[in-house]
């Protein structure tokens, strides 16, 4: 069985949940305090083992690519004050990954933009890991679906239950209960953005799915779904009609990256933890609680 060593991030969203900051600044890009919500996702992927990531941008994302590269003059201006930590943390960060890039050209939907991605991927098995979606775990997320895939040798996807009022926004999972599994269950179908009584379960994905390149062919042939756009939940729920999907309850706290709720949180619970910022934040905190 193939290892899974490469992974797609499609982050060629508008980003209209974030504006105005998003007009300016890509959403990938805002910052979780030090570092961009990106980099959570390709360190995530890296710490489990993928080495090869492809960022599915459009034209007005170019930061995530400078981000990604080599500052000399950066380099050389803290070595030169002997911040050598620093200058190292660049160098590290540009080094972390084979990161590539790749425009999708209209913005098309998710579906499109994994499908732009055939070339990238051959014949492999990947991970998809949803722009907007950061997830703070002691395994990271793609290792615990990369668990699941090389046990039973089939497309995973990364779920969580939500709201029947909230699974309006994503999708929601026909699923069944697997023996001896606490947090996996067998998928045998999906649908995107249901209207009431259209539900399975409330069992949504939300932000990592692990596929196999035979989603391409089925991509290839769909026509638009929810929104107009071709939605790949669409071809998911036919490789779970067709073939079978497992489903990963995975732990770790996600946080909405497309959401100002999702970013404040994500920022609180990291900054909490941060060797910089941690005691002090704790205590300002504090301070908020007793006043509300």
Do not use: W
Not at 17 to 33: C, D, G, N, Q, T
Not at 74 to 96: V, W
Not at 133 to 157: H, L, N, W
């Amino acid at each position: 069985m193939k290892k899974i060593t490469k992974a797609i991030i499609p982050a060629a969203g508008l980003g209209t949940r974030m504006l105005p900051i998003s007009h300016a600044v890509p959403k990938e890009m805002l910052p979780i305090v030090d570092l961009p919500a990106v980099y959570f996702l390709v360190e995530e992927a890296v710490k489990s083992g993928i080495t090869d990531i492809l960022i599915i941008t459009n034209r007005d994302k170019d930061a995530m690519e400078d981000f990604f590269d080599l500052s000399i003059e950066y380099g050389n201006a803290l070595t030169l004050k002997g911040k050598t930590e620093e200058a190292k943390r660049l160098y590290d960060i540009a080094n972390m990954a084979n990161v590539y890039f790749l425009r999708q050209k209209e913005t098309k939907g998710l579906g499109h933009a994994v499908g732009r991605a055939r070339s990238f991927v051959g014949d492999e098995p990947f991970m998809v890991m949803y722009g907007d979606d950061i997830i703070f775990s002691e395994t990271p997320v793609c290792r615990q679906m990369c668990d699941v895939y090389e046990k039973y040798g089939k497309a995973v996807v990364g779920v969580k239950p939500v709201s029947m009022q909230d699974i309006r926004k994503y999708c929601s999972l026909k699923v069944d209960e697997l023996p001896g599994e606490d947090r996996i269950t067998y998928c045998t179908d999906m649908i995107e953005k249901p209207k009431p009584g259209e539900e399975f379960s409330n069992l949504s994905i939300l932000g990592r799915v692990l596929l196999t390149p035979e989603v391409f062919d089925i991509i290839d042939a769909l026509k638009p779904g929810a929104g107009g756009e071709i939605q790949l939940t669409d071809a998911m729920a036919k490789m779970a009609r067709t073939d079978g999907v497992y489903a990963l309850e995975f732990e770790g706290e996600r946080y909405d990256m497309g959401s100002k709720v999702g970013f404040l949180k994500a920022n609180i619970t990291r900054g909490l933890s941060h060797p910089e910022t941690g005691e002090e934040l704790k205590a300002f905190l504090k301070g908020i609680v007793e006043e509300l």
